[in-house]
């Protein structure tokens, strides 16, 4: 077999080159290739993961708005509910306070006790006498229990409709006037009426919003 002269090792030098440097430029492009991919499938990932994180962010905060509107409107609802039971409660005071003139031997046992009760306070404070205010319809039953315990006392009572405008019971003054026991039907109504509330409050949807 003839040796290759200068021409055919030069055109085998550079078919060796070109091939080396085609293989070269091949396995770059491969790489750079495989890189995009990479980087892209990464930059794809993370977009996917930002868009889950801010639909869940967004899903949340909707659902805290529901579950915020939720409990508001629960707490209305706990609070309109005590107030309407409140006022049936209250309702039922007021009835219970005035069945009672229903009953005239009743009333007239509360009015002596209303009465008795008054002078015990207002006596050791130095109003022996006393003065009774109650309503033009109670005035009689109201005369007639106060003339009873001015016998009993051993005092005198004196008896006004004058200036009482309340629907039952009396307000019990000492003589001079400086002393009042308030024990008509709405004083004692309004007295009472905190303690129904928080009586209320402690066991109507205890475990609610106070």
Do not use: W
Request: charge should be neutral; hydrophobic fraction near 40%.
């Amino acid at each position: 077999m003839p040796l290759p002269d200068d021409i055919d090792l030069l055109c085998i030098a550079i078919k060796d080159k070109a091939k080396k440097e085609a293989e070269k430029i091949i396995s770059d492009a491969k790489e750079r290739a495989e890189h995009i991919i990479s980087t892209g499938t990464q930059e794809i990932k993370r977009e996917l993961e930002a868009q889950k994180l801010a639909l869940k962010r967004k899903a949340y905060q909707e659902a805290k708005k529901k579950t915020d509107s939720a409990q508001l409107e629960a707490r209305r609802l706990v609070m309109r509910t005590r107030e309407e039971i409140f006022t049936r409660v209250m309702d039922m005071v007021h009835k219970n306070l005035s069945s009672f003139k229903r009953d005239p031997e009743a009333y007239k046992k509360m009015l002596h006790a209303m009465i008795e009760q008054a002078a015990s306070v207002i006596a050791p404070q130095g109003g022996k006498n006393l003065v009774v205010l109650c309503n033009d319809n109670d005035f009689t039953l109201v005369n007639e229990v106060a003339t009873d315990i001015a016998s009993k006392r051993g005092i005198k009572v004196s008896v006004s409709k004058e200036e009482m405008t309340s629907e039952g019971g009396v307000m019990v003054l000492s003589e001079d006037r400086t002393m009042v026991v308030d024990l008509s039907f709405e004083a004692i109504s309004s007295r009472i009426e905190p303690k129904i509330r928080s009586l209320v409050a402690k066991t109507v949807f205890a475990g609610g919003e106070q």
